[in-house]
């Protein structure tokens, strides 16, 4: 076997990490836009890394448990939902609950300890556990739709859905954090 | 598929035993995520007063999270085949510049990027697009050799503690590219003046 050169390390991840630029920056981009949101609810940018990372980091999990399961022929081909997968559906659903309240909890507490105002627990609860749902939901079709795609083409899961799952979860959950922050702002 | 639908779920794919498993790691991803967050706390009106540069803070943590997941990989995958430095450190050396290289394409790319896009992503631009890039270039600069450094200790310590690499460097890294991004990405944009 020829040795792996710099210039192959180069050719297979710097198109994937090109295209995750551009679409970091669309997931970027309603961060951005929250500026309302932010000003008027401290303690919310404390706690946008928290979700994103706790989203990011259960979505490419269940991507990965997906491929092993594909790998072992326990999803069959003619089937989009079989036992196995909505088990992993649900436990990313539910990790993402319990999550968003630790996050909400833990980013008050800290922005307190640091001397700053925070709008509540209950705010901050309400906007990470809405938008973790969410997102979840989203991120559960997307991660399933990643399965059957890259069994029809005969990709290997394992090296597609780390980046693709990664970067459509900040997509979803910038995209839920900007809407239901929107909506608590409003009601509040 | 009747049956199929009847196949008892083992109990190591059953949604209680994949939520109690996946808890302690994902508190601590949570933990380090509000400690990032406090940092960002802290610049809250840099970043309110530019903000595209807020809109680059997802992006910087994804890519230096990608970039640190490969060098990690291929670091851990190079330490089981005999330690960092096998073979004069030419594997090493061999990774170590082409996450380099692909730092500084990404990194550079992804400031002008920002910049063409901000404006129809309906983002205020109130800073100069080359300047961006420059910005995200010196912290995706800073954020691979921290990263590089960090391998080192960390492929050091698994050797000589005989942890299995592949559980151990991809982690450290992937999360201290999550922190030390965005620490990296404000302080570059206060050394450029941005």
């Given at each position: ?59 490419t999990a269940m991507g990965s448990r997906l491929g092993t399961l ?27 609950v319990i999550l968003a309240v630790a996050a909400a909890a833990l ?49 290997d899961l394992d090296n597609v859905a780390g980046p693709v799952l ?23 | ?194």
């Amino acid at each position: 076997m020829a040795e792996t050169r710099v210039r192959d390390i180069l050719r297979e991840s710097l198109p994937l990490l090109l295209a995750m630029a551009v679409l970091e920056v669309i997931a970027g981009s309603f961060l951005g836009r929250m500026e309302h949101s932010l000003e008027r609810l401290p303690g919310l940018l404390a706690m946008v890394p928290a979700v994103l990372a706790m989203r990011g980091n259960i979505s490419t999990a269940m991507g990965s448990r997906l491929g092993t399961l594909t790998r072992f022929g326990l999803v069959p081909r003619d089937r989009w939902v079989t036992p196995v997968v909505a088990h992993s559906l649900a436990a990313s659903l539910v990790l993402g609950v319990i999550l968003a309240v630790a996050a909400a909890a833990l980013a008050h507490v800290v922005t307190r300890a640091a001397g700053n105002e925070s709008a509540g627990i209950p705010a901050l609860t309400a906007i990470a556990v809405l938008a973790g749902l969410l997102s979840g939901l989203a991120m559960g079709l997307v991660a399933v739709l990643t399965m059957r795609v890259a069994f029809r083409r005969g990709l290997d899961l394992d090296n597609v859905a780390g980046p693709v799952l990664m970067t459509a979860s900040d997509v979803f959950t910038l995209v839920c954090l900007w809407a239901v922050a929107a909506a608590v702002r409003g009601a509040a | 598929m009747k049956a199929g639908g009847r196949t008892p779920v083992g109990s190591s794919h059953h949604w209680r035993t994949i939520t109690l498993h996946s808890l302690p790691v994902l508190f601590g991803a949570v933990a380090i995520g509000v400690f990032a967050g406090q940092i960002l706390a802290f610049a809250k009106d840099d970043l309110l007063r530019v903000p595209v540069l807020l809109a680059l803070v997802p992006a910087v943590n994804g890519i230096g999270g990608n970039v640190g997941s490969i060098l990690g990989a291929r670091v851990a995958s190079g330490l089981h085949v005999g330690g960092l430095w096998s073979n004069r450190g030419r594997g090493f050396r061999r990774d170590v510049t082409a996450s380099l290289i692909l730092a500084l394409i990404t990194f550079s790319f992804l400031g002008i990027v920002a910049g063409v896009l901000a404006p129809p992503l309906g983002l205020d631009l109130n800073v100069d697009i080359a300047v961006l890039g420059l910005t995200t270039l010196l912290a995706g600069t800073w954020l691979v050799g921290a990263m590089v450094l960090l391998t080192i200790v960390v492929g050091m310590l698994s050797h000589r503690h005989g942890w299995d690499p592949d559980n151990i460097v991809v982690p450290v890294l992937t999360t201290a590219g999550d922190t030390l991004g965005i620490l990296f990405l404000l302080l570059s944009a206060q050394v450029i003046g941005l």
